[in-house]
């Protein structure tokens, strides 16, 4: 009998639930992983080994496996013929719906980090507030808690220079500004270094061959390291970076919520079919996102994004107020202690 169940479908949600289910075993709770057959198996096969978990591969070991609680990052509809109970956690945060109307019809709880998620669900749903707990975002705890002596490891671990300033780049897969960046991005930032953390998506997919070409012409500057799709977490890289440059992406959040500056590029690269037909765009884009956008400078082309870095860069307060204000209503609280507040949510539904 295992207390609790986390079911990977995508190696992305191991950020997430890796800070809870080391809880977990603090609190003497017997974990097991499940992780999805369909998505990167080779991967998570080596996370999960790195990461010293008790895992099993295939959704049909949900049906058979003998817990208490499962843990999903995604609504997985067939889960409503589970006998164990089930937590719904969404996979990011941010503004997007996530699937949490389905969520709370075939879920014991639905986890959610800040106000704005809090608030929305309960003027939706109000039949379910039983289900809806606020509990903050696990994917930080790790950075709120790490010593100084593990962030100067992580230089050493990626070969930066820690005299210098770390820029990252962080952007989504579709619609993206990557392919609106300079090939000469590296070099116009000679004096940082610069970490680009490209989506899976990006790395994986013929469809973003052109997105691919652009990072192994920046990969030839020295300043530039380009993670490639072994490096699932965001973590390390959040921890270190001085300056976020992201585009449609709610990594602006998690980063901002650490009050560091972000950049949120607003010159996109779009697909014929987009232009042709704008409608498909605005119901793409997440509408609800633009409340948040004045957390830092919305830049129209790469050369205003230039000036917008090193405007930051040099005074990082232009948008703290801002920052803080809107980035803690998306994530919550931020204090290290969410994944303990998760366990005691699978304590009390286990018993």
């Not at 995508?10 to 017997?30: D, G, W």
């Not at 749903?125 to 100084?148: A, F, M, Q, R």
């Amino acid at each position: 009998m295992y207390d609790v169940v986390f079911y990977v479908a995508y190696p992305y949600y191991f950020p997430h639930f890796l800070p809870i289910s080391k809880e977990c075993k603090k609190n003497n709770l017997k974990v097991k992983y499940i992780l999805s057959n369909n998505q990167n198996n080779k991967l998570m096969k080596k996370i999960s080994i790195e990461e010293k978990l008790d895992y099993d591969f295939g959704e049909e070991k949900l049906f058979l496996i003998n817990t208490k609680v499962i843990i999903f990052a995604n609504v997985f509809s067939e889960s409503l013929k589970l006998k164990a109970k089930k937590i719904f956690l969404c996979h990011g945060t941010g503004t997007k719906q996530c699937g949490f109307e389905m969520a709370f019809k075939i879920k014991d709880i639905v986890i959610v980090e800040g106000e704005y998620r809090y608030n929305k669900f309960l003027k939706l749903y109000p039949e379910y507030k039983n289900k809806l707990k606020k509990v903050g975002y696990s994917k930080l705890d790790p950075i709120v808690n790490i010593t100084e002596e593990s962030k100067n490891k992580l230089y050493e671990q990626y070969n930066l220079n820690k005299e210098k300033k770390t820029i990252l780049y962080a952007p989504t897969f579709f619609p993206s500004s990557i392919e609106k960046m300079s090939d000469n991005f590296p070099n116009d930032f000679k004096e940082f270094n610069i970490i680009v953390k490209p989506h899976y998506i990006s790395l994986e997919r013929k469809r973003y061959k052109a997105q691919q070409r652009k990072f192994k012409k920046w990969e030839k500057f020295e300043n530039c390291k380009i993670m490639d799709v072994n490096e699932y977490s965001l973590i390390p890289f959040l921890t270190i970076a001085d300056l976020m440059i992201s585009d449609e992406s709610a990594a602006i959040f998690e980063f901002s919520s650490l009050n560091k500056p972000v950049i949120i590029n607003k010159f996109l690269k779009l697909r014929w079919s987009y232009y042709l037909n704008p409608k498909k765009l605005f119901k793409r884009m997440d509408k609800d996102i633009d409340e948040y956008r004045d957390i830092g400078p919305n830049p129209k082309s790469y050369s205003e994004m230039v000036k917008n870095v090193y405007e930051e860069i040099k005074n990082n307060k232009n948008y703290e107020q801002k920052r803080l204000e809107k980035s803690i209503d998306i994530c919550g609280i931020i204090d290290g202690k969410v994944s303990l507040r998760i366990v005691n949510i699978i304590k009390d539904i286990s018993e």
